[in-house]
Structure formats: C-alpha cells, structure tokens
C-alpha cells in the first residue's frame, strides 16, 4: 500500500511538471508565432499606413505621450514579446483572434476591445503596453 501511494504521489507531481511545462513553452510559441504573424503582413506600406493612422488619431497621441514619461523600471514588462505572452495569458489565443478578425472584418469598434482589454488587464500592465507602443513608435 505504502509503495502505491509514493507511485502515485510520483506520478502526478511528473504529470504536474509537465503540465506546467506544456502551458509555459505553449504560451511562449503561441506569442512567438502571432509576432511572426504581424511582421510578415505589415510590409513597410501597410506600417506606414498605421503609424499615420496612430498619428491621426487623437485618444491614441494621448496615450503614446502618456506613455513617453513612464518609468520603464516600474512596468511589470518592456518588450512586444513579454506583452504578447502577458497578453495571450489573460485574454487568450482564441479570443485575440477573434478580436483580429473582428477588426478586420468591422464589426467591432476600437471602443470595445479597449474596454475588453482593460477589463483583463491590471493598470499597471495597461501602462506596459503604453509603454511597448510608444517604443515601437519610436523606433
């Protein structure tokens, strides 16, 4: 009896572990490919036609000026890559795609997928992704 429970007490701490390397690793190769995915379709045209857009946009100039005179030493992250992960964590793949093609298709507002967002998000994570957009603005 004693030898079944130290098997089994065995056995799910490995599957434990692996579970647990199976969610890191996917997260990690889930934002890795979904910045892949946005690099290949943003051709230097289509880059320029957000960073007009972005410079047009008032509520968005707001939020990269905003974002000029954070303290990057205080943000839970600082690259695309940590935001991506961070974000693929807590909205999820799926639903960001959903957003994507939701985006692309119109049928839904800038509105509303900020309020999704914030409503997933903590402020201090908000202000990292200021920060993440400010800096690839600018550079």
Do not use: C
Not at 56 to 69: F, L, P, R
Not at 110 to 135: H, P, R, T
Request: overall charge negative.
């Amino acid at each position: 009896m004693k030898k079944f429970l130290t098997f089994t007490a065995i056995i799910l701490v490995l599957l434990g572990a692996a579970g647990y390397a199976v969610w890191h690793f996917g997260t990690n190769i889930a934002s890795e490919k979904i910045i892949e995915k946005v690099e290949s379709t943003l051709d230097d045209e289509n880059l320029e036609e957000v960073k007009s857009y972005i410079e047009n946009d008032s509520k968005v100039q707001e939020i990269v000026s905003e974002a000029a005179t954070t303290n990057p030493d205080t943000l839970p992250f600082q690259t695309k890559e940590e935001a991506t992960r961070v974000l693929i964590k807590k909205v999820g793949v799926n639903r960001l795609l959903d957003i994507q093609e939701q985006a692309q298709n119109g049928s839904i507002n800038k509105d509303e997928v900020l309020s999704e967002i914030e409503g997933k998000l903590s402020e201090d994570e908000i202000s990292a992704l200021k920060y993440v957009l400010y800096k690839e603005l600018n550079k």
